[in-house]
């Protein structure tokens, strides 16, 4: 009787030590895993007005179709090339005025805003007819850090056509701003006057919550 009292005693001690042991263990667990979930619904899923953004988002993102380009000193450069990088795009359509000059600033200073993920961000002018690529030789010198594209009209109407948006019906395509992700999808555009802090933000927030590009 009595060894059956003390093993009863000893199951109970037993069970007991397995349910500490797995207590102990889920708390481990809840005490790595809880600030990821939190820090997961903070920053996807609860948007305070300071994290808003400040472009239009394209919805559904589009995917960008490849097309055949050329570097500025007639190497050949697909439009796909562009990835894994995160990407500002600009379309110089015509001559460089000062709106275009502006556009071309805020996208290298904002790629340059970035520090140690500069490298993970391209700024990138694509010249859209011949007016324009007769210009982009002095751009390019004159913003460091820009790839310059072009095309033949065809592609670079076809291109062209893939940005379009409801955004920008009565403008010429390059009265915006684009980013382009590093999978090829147009996911954001921005007005041609649009506040560069607030570009720089949005990218800033991006690279921060994208494990890709």
Excluded at 158 to 168: E, I, K, V
Aim: charged share 20%.
């Amino acid at each position: 009787m009595n060894r059956t009292a003390n093993s009863a005693v000893d199951v109970d001690a037993r069970d007991g030590r397995r349910s500490r042991v797995r207590l102990e263990l889920i708390f481990l667990v809840l005490i790595f895993v809880l600030p990821i979930v939190a820090a997961f619904v903070v920053f996807f899923l609860w948007q305070p007005t300071s994290f808003v953004h400040h472009g239009n988002l394209v919805e559904p993102v589009r995917p960008i179709q490849n097309v055949p380009l050329r570097t500025l000193d007639g190497r050949e450069f697909q439009f796909a090339a562009l990835q894994p990088r995160w990407n500002l795009i600009y379309f110089v359509d015509g001559h460089c005025t000062d709106p275009c000059h502006n556009a071309l600033f805020k996208i290298n200073q904002v790629r340059l805003a970035q520090g140690k993920n500069v490298s993970r961000v391209n700024s990138v002018a694509i010249f859209a007819n011949d007016a324009a690529q007769h210009a982009a030789a002095g751009i390019v010198e004159r913003y460091p850090g820009i790839l310059a594209l072009m095309g033949a009209p065809d592609s670079i109407r076809a291109l062209a056509s893939q940005f379009a948006s409801q955004h920008q019906l009565a403008d010429r395509m390059g009265y915006r701003l684009y980013v382009v992700d590093p999978l090829g999808n147009l996911i954001m555009s921005y007005p041609e006057n649009a506040d560069p802090t607030g570009i720089k933000k949005d990218l800033k927030r991006l690279l921060k919550a994208s494990q890709v590009g």
